[in-house]
Each structure stands twice: as C-alpha cells, then as structure tokens.
C-alpha cells in the first residue's frame, strides 16, 4: 500500500525536475542569445569607429585595412600561391592565433582573400573584419600554448576581429 502512495508523488518529482531543467534551458538560451547580440552589436560599432580613423580604407566587401609598413612588391593576383604570417586578435587586443602560411590565394577565406589583394610583396597590414568574412555565426576555441600554460580564448559567434598580416613572397601564376 505505501508503494502506491508514493509512485504519484515520484510521478510529480520527476514532473517538476523536467520543468525547472527547461525552464533552466530557455534562460540560458535567453542569456546566450542577448551575449551574441551584444557581440555583433559591439563589432559593428567598432568597425564603424575604425572606419572614421585616419588611414583606414574600406574595401566594398566591408573589410577595412591600414597600411603598417609599406613596400613596391607586387600584389597577388587570384590564382596566384602566397606566403604570409598573420596574428589575429580579439576586439580587446587579445591574441588568439599566430601563424604562417603557403597557400593557393582561392584556397584562402574571404577576409584573407581581399585583404591580401590590396597588399604588396613584403608589406605589413592591419585588418579589421567583420563577422561576416571570417567565422560568421560560429563559436571558434584557440587553445593557446605559452610559457605558463595554455591559454584558451573563445571567439564568440558574430565576432568583429583584427589581424596584423605580413605578406613575405608571392609564387605568380600566369
């Protein structure tokens, strides 16, 4: 007989623990959606600023570039494979890759694309760049190895970043 009384009252627990966890859920989804608001919100006004600054251009995709070190190399045409480093940093100035690469210029992402059309061989650019030509609506993790550990950083979805890019030697193709 007690066995009877208590299946309903198991029956309710169960009940109201599935209510409360989504309940729980649609908060965070809530919380999560207004951070990725704010995010794309913070980029877009950031871009606009640097867009205002002295020795920033605009290209027509949305990409905004600043010439660091400049130089009479050519510039790379679409088919042609470039070398580069590249440092890619968050909107507040932390890094979050550091990296070289050999790479076919069709081969590359949009933002790397463009920018790397307005440089000469041997130039150092800074790149500023809208969500929409690198990662989009994607959450990006970089694990960072340092002397004093791993440092990992999160590009949230909507992320304006800015990369400081050197283009070393172009290979052309006729």
Do not use: W
Request: charged share 30%; proline share 3%.
């Amino acid at each position: 007989m007690n066995k009877i009384k208590f299946f309903p009252l198991l029956i309710s627990a169960l009940f109201l623990l599935t209510y409360v966890s989504c309940k729980k859920d649609e908060v965070n989804k809530t919380d999560n959606i207004l951070i990725i608001q704010q995010n794309k919100e913070k980029g877009e006004a950031y871009l606009r600023d640097k867009s205002k600054e002295e020795n920033v251009k605009t290209d027509p995709s949305g990409l905004l570039y600043r010439e660091l070190e400049a130089s009479n190399g050519e510039k790379p045409g679409p088919k042609d494979t470039v070398f580069f480093h590249y440092d890619g940093y968050v909107l507040s100035g932390k890094k979050f890759i550091s990296d070289s690469s050999r790479s076919a210029m069709e081969d590359l992402n949009e933002a790397f694309y463009v920018g790397l059309r307005h440089m000469n061989e041997g130039s150092k650019y800074r790149l500023y760049v809208p969500y929409y030509l690198m990662y989009g609506s994607s959450l990006k993790i970089f694990i960072n190895r340092t002397d004093k550990g791993n440092d990992t950083i999160k590009v949230l979805e909507y992320s304006a970043l800015y990369y400081d890019m050197k283009l070393d030697s172009i290979t052309f193709v006729e």
